[in-house]
């Protein structure tokens, strides 16, 4: 499967980004989604993930409360929905996919990833 990111953008501190991830190819449904970030000279931070029927999700404690992790089976895209942005919050962020049927927060687990997206937040 390709991922292809987007949404990604300068933002004021306080406001708001939704970011989208368009699948191609295998059958999305088959894939629990994720959302990582790495921000420079740091390792890639997982944020949220995905159960292939969007029934169940988990979160860092970082964005739990702020971020949302959705999915479309019928578009096969996911998004990430991100509220309150804090200027820590600045990194590139990575959709991505795994071919199993655990909600990962592992990079690893992940066989799939999108080229990433830029999301600036000013102070």
């Known amino acids: 499967v390709q991922l292809q990111a987007s949404g990604g953008g300068l933002v004021q501190a306080g406001g708001s980004l939704r970011l989208s991830c368009a699948a191609y190819?295998?059958?999305?449904?088959?894939?629990?989604m994720g959302w990582f970030r790495q921000a420079p000279g740091k390792e890639r931070e997982f944020l949220a993930a995905?159960?292939?029927?969007?029934?169940?999700?988990k979160y860092a404690d970082s964005v739990k409360g702020r971020f949302t992790i959705s999915r479309d089976n019928t578009k096969n895209t996911v998004h990430l929905e991100m509220n309150a942005l804090k200027p820590e919050d600045t990194a590139v962020y990575y959709c991505?996919?795994?071919?199993?049927?655990?909600?990962?927060?592992?990079?690893?687990?992940?066989?799939?990833w999108g080229q990433g997206t830029l999301v600036t937040v000013s102070s």
């Open positions: 991505s996919a795994d071919y199993g049927a655990d909600v990962g927060t592992e990079s690893q687990t992940y066989d799939y």
């Open positions: 190819g295998r059958a999305f449904s088959t894939y629990v």
């Open positions: 995905i159960s292939r029927t969007g029934g169940r999700t």
